[in-house]
């Protein structure tokens, strides 16, 4: 296995990612990888991509603009269009290289980014197959499951932002995990202790985003575009999930004419490590080599 550093340009901007490429003898099909809200590809996506690597396939796992390494001014600005218009530049990026099967592309994304691999594979119409985690497919089941006094808060600190936008001032932020009764996006009981501790030691990491996102999060509705796939659609679910909402994740999987649906008995944190990193990165793998076998 070897990992480089690689980058490419979405509408101007650099984005910065690591390319793994496998042991073998033929090009291998590619795996474009990114992350959920707010997080930064250090924060264990370096462990799927060693496991898909091993496995046979290589892969492609990058920042967001405005995160990570990744160029964009302002830090921490969180905008859903701008993430798809990454994904759509990282699509095309692993469709440049000729050291892999570039005619063989597959999106896997999780929580947040588990929600842009549907909209992106949905809009880009020719990838060989999705892999979501634990995703984020309905802003309206995910504005419910806030509290409702901290719903409050955030919604003033988005609207604070966005009259700083409007003024061009400095964005107002809000905090991305944070303790019940804290204003943040993520409050669930076990988003402090399971979010943060994926950052690994001494990696920078800002535990907060420009608030104006708030309103698009709300909108955003990324698991309708499951019904639209034709390719192979692999949905991780956590039943326990606290910040993605289970139940609407089922049902938008349940439209999905290629979609198959795993269900797991595990929090939304709990996948990223473990005996339960284990599992789901075991059936991930399973999938892969059904839907896009190597050679």
């Not at 099909?29 to 898909?52: Q, S, T």
């Not at 994304?109 to 588990?114: A, D, E, I, L, N």
């Not at 929090?267 to 839907?291: K, N, S």
């Amino acid at each position: 296995m070897a990992r480089a550093d690689v980058e490419f340009g979405s509408r101007g901007v650099t984005c910065r990612a690591w390319l793994y490429l496998p042991e073998s003898d033929r090009p291998a099909p590619i795996i474009v990888m990114a992350h959920g809200l707010g997080a930064i590809k250090e924060m264990r996506l370096d462990a799927f991509a060693e496991r898909f690597c091993d496995a046979g396939y290589a892969c492609l796992v990058f920042d967001y603009r405005h995160f990570g390494a990744s160029d964009g001014q302002p830090r921490q600005l969180l905008s859903v269009r701008r993430q798809l218009q990454d994904w759509a530049a990282a699509i095309a990026f692993a469709r440049s290289l000729t050291e892999v099967d570039n005619r063989r592309v597959i999106l896997w994304g999780t929580s947040f980014g588990g929600g842009h691999v549907m909209v992106a594979a949905a809009r880009d119409g020719d990838v060989a197959a999705v892999i979501a985690q634990c995703p984020f497919t309905s802003g309206t089941a995910s504005v419910l499951a806030m509290e409702p006094a901290t719903a409050v808060r955030v919604t003033g600190r988005a609207i604070a932002d966005l009259a700083a936008k409007l003024l061009r001032r400095d964005p107002v932020m809000v905090g991305l995990a944070g303790e019940p009764h804290d204003t943040a996006l993520m409050t669930a009981p076990d988003v402090v202790a399971g979010y943060l501790p994926l950052v690994p030691d001494g990696q920078a990491f800002t535990n907060e985003v420009a608030a104006r996102v708030v309103p698009e999060i709300a909108l955003h509705h990324p698991g309708r575009a499951l019904a639209e796939l034709t390719c192979p659609v692999l949905v991780c679910v956590c039943d326990k999930d606290s910040v993605a909402p289970p139940r609407q994740t089922v049902r938008y999987a349940h439209r999905g004419p290629t979609t198959q649906l795993i269900r797991y008995p595990e929090g939304h944190f709990d996948i990223y490590v473990g005996d339960a990193f284990e599992e789901v990165v075991a059936d991930q793998v399973d999938f892969l080599d059904r839907v896009v076998p190597l050679g």
